[in-house]
């Protein structure tokens, strides 16, 4: 019986990765052509709608575990930890953007040629707002949940950093960019920021290319019925991400690994899968910015519905898992913004090269085999 519950289960979980897979073209081909059509730079259209399309397993795993779903089976699993199953996804997704989806894109640019591993990483201005809001994100998680819980207050302050973030993406990029373009100005032999955006935008994708209507009305009918096929793939989504959830509290009732240790160790891979498809296109189109601008933002998109049960039922929500150590729960959530701040210093002081993303996933492989047979 118990065998048959695993092979079941991880037949439903590669199911639904295929079929994130094939969501995930047209999800993002939308979040491109709306941030078209309202005049959005690339980068901000990687950081805002790519990231919001990619981030909706993670968002509606967080909204459904929110729901009475969690309570309808599984009795031998505790009520707690289904509970914060989507705030332990959010978590584990983020790292897995950060160095698993992340450095292994890099790695493929490496191997393609694309970069070299002694070139320093230059990066945009969205960029590097997105790992700022990412870093004080984070932070807030971890301070949040040193009493092994999150109540509504801290839930409303996730969503309001991830709200302020989207928000920001379409003010403090051009005003980052101002400022490095008028520095590049007053001193020749910097680089101009707007090169590597001007040649990002040569290697656009032909769909990318269609002419944006030449009048309201057209631009209207374009915008609402891209808006009507977004929302009908977000639908498709929660179905997916339900039969997901069901698969991973399934596996747990087998009593081998707890719902933490599935989650960071197989459920978080399959809502990361939209993130390691648009990866993939990025690396291959050679699109940096994109890329780190893409995964920055989808952290922190993701983090801001990590409160989300508080912030609809009211009360507090406990973080925790019923692993062989779970006191070290806090120390893998810690990872996230140590990291994310090592990054931002380092990209800000040019001291990170392309070469840094071998060591990094070593250590990620590390985090997820220990924090599956730990947590």
């Known amino acids: 019986m118990a065998l048959w519950i695993v092979l079941s289960s991880l037949f439903v979980l590669a199911a639904t990765c295929y079929l994130l897979f094939v969501v995930s073209r047209p999800l993002e081909a939308v979040g491109v052509r709306l941030g078209k059509l309202l005049h ?3 980068d901000v259209i990687a950081a805002t709608f790519q990231a919001l399309a990619t981030s909706g397993p993670e968002i509606v795993m967080a909204v459904v575990a929110a729901t009475a779903f969690v309570a309808t089976g599984w009795a031998e699993l505790e009520f707690g930890e289904k509970a914060c199953s989507g705030c332990l996804n ?3 997704s983020a790292m897995h953007n950060l160095l698993g989806i992340g450095c292994v ?3 493929f640019m490496l191997f393609k040629g694309t970069v070299k591993a002694d070139e320093t ?3 945009s201005p969205s960029v590097k707002a997105g790992l700022m809001f990412y870093i004080l994100s984070s932070t807030c998680l971890c301070l949040f949940i040193i009493d092994g819980q999150i109540d509504r207050i801290e839930g409303w302050v996730l969503m309001a950093i991830g709200i302020a973030f989207v928000i920001s993406q379409f003010f403090i990029p051009p005003w980052l960019r101002r400022r490095a373009g008028a520095r590049a100005a007053d001193d020749p032999s910097r680089p101009d920021p707007d090169d590597s955006q001007d040649q990002q935008h040569d290697r656009e994708d032909p769909e990318d290319a269609r002419p944006l209507p030449a009048t309201f009305g057209a631009w209207l009918k374009d915008f609402f019925g891209h808006g009507l096929i977004y929302a009908f ?4 989504l929660v179905i997916f991400v339900e039969e997901c959830l069901a698969a991973t509290f399934s596996l747990a009732t087998v009593g081998l690994v707890s719902v933490g240790g599935i989650v960071l160790a197989l459920t978080s891979y399959v809502s990361s899968f939209p993130e390691f498809m648009m990866t993939y296109r990025f690396a291959v189109a050679n699109k940096k910015d994109a890329l780190l601008a893409m995964l920055f933002g989808s952290n922190v998109v993701d983090l801001a519905f990590a409160g ?4 609809l039922q009211g009360g507090s929500m406990k973080v925790y898992t019923t692993g062989m150590f779970p006191h070290l729960l806090p120390i893998y959530i810690w990872a996230l913004p140590v990291l994310a701040a090592a990054s931002l210093v380092a990209l800000w002081t040019g001291k990170v ?3 840094h993303a071998r060591p990094l ?3 990620y492989v590390i985090y997820i085999i220990s924090g599956l047979i730990l947590l």
């Open 308 to 311: 989300f049960r508080p912030i």
């Open 40 to 42: 959005v730079p690339e």
């Open 121 to 123: 990483i230059e990066v």
């Open 105 to 107: 894109g890099i790695i």
């Open 353 to 355: 090269k392309y070469g």
């Open 90 to 92: 959010m978590c584990f």
């Open 233 to 236: 793939l977000i639908f498709a």
């Open 361 to 363: 996933v070593a250590f």
